[in-house]
Every structure is written in C-alpha cells, then in structure tokens.
C-alpha cells in the first residue's frame, strides 16, 4: 500500500497508536470486568444491575471496535492478543473473588475513573505533542460516554443521599450512626 499522506509524521502517527493501544487494552479489560460481574451478581437488585452492566458491556464492545479500527486508520495494528492486553493496560484484574453487588459497582466506577483520566491525558498529548486533533476529538467523544456510564454506576450506590448543597452524606450519618 502506498504510504499514508495525511499530514502526519510517521513518528507522530506512532505515538497516537501507542495511546490508542493503551486504551484499547483498558476498555477490554473493563469490558471483561463488567461481563464477569452482570454474569455473577446476585441480590434484591440483581435485575437492575444485571441491564445496567449489560448496556455498559455492550457499549463498551463498541467502543473498542472503534478504537481498534481508528488505530488501522493511522497506518497501525491494534494488540489482539489477552497477553498483551494484560500488559498494556493500566486497570487490576481482581481474580477469584466473588464481590457483592455494591462492591462490583465500586470497583466499576472506579477503573471507569482511571480510564476518564487516561482519557483526559492522552487528549492533551493527541493535540499539543502529536498535532492529532482528529483523534483528540475521538478521544473526548469516549471519555464523555464513560463519564456517563460512571455517573450511572455511582447513582446506584447505596449509602449515599444528596444534600440540598449538593454535597453527600452517607446514610449512617443520616442515621446518627
Ligand atoms: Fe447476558
């Protein structure tokens, strides 16, 4: 094929790729995570739960297609293998536990943080140090949708109630616990 002309460095190119395989490998792992948990929760709220991480999971597939494929659009290769993956991506697995639905959300919310704020760094590196505002702007476009999926993911959790400050105070203190 003959070499891409899109006013793009090769170098520049390269470096976009290394950030896009970074958050190819997070959003599988977080999909992995989130399928493993709508399979295993259990509890009065199980049918919420079990859609909600659905919806999520699903979300999440597309993204990942989106970002594999935007990776090929720049004369890269996205990883395709679990090992490397597990090796590029900055999110824990937690194995062999069985967490309680309150816990599994937690645990969501807060990789969905760890990857808004890759997000947020890989935006500024797209745009000042690789000139590649196009994939900067993708890039925001997913870190919108996973602050969106961690807004939901928060809302659920128990224990919490809003204050008229907009603040939060958790239910035992409500209690005087
Ligand atoms: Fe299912």
Sequence with gaps: MRPLNIGLSEEQRNGVIQLLNSDLADAYLLLIKTKKYHWDVVGPQFRTLHQLLEEHYQALTESIDAIA???????????????????????????????????MVERLASDHEQVIRNFRQHVDQCSEEFHDEGTADFLTGLMEQHEEMNWMLRSFLEGESLQPSGGRESANDLAGV
């Design 69 to 103: 494929e935007r990776v090929r659009a720049l004369g890269g290769y996205p990883l395709g293998t679990a090992e490397s993956f597990l090796k590029s991506a900055s999110l824990k697995e937690h194995p062999g536990d069985l967490p309680n639905g309150n816990l």
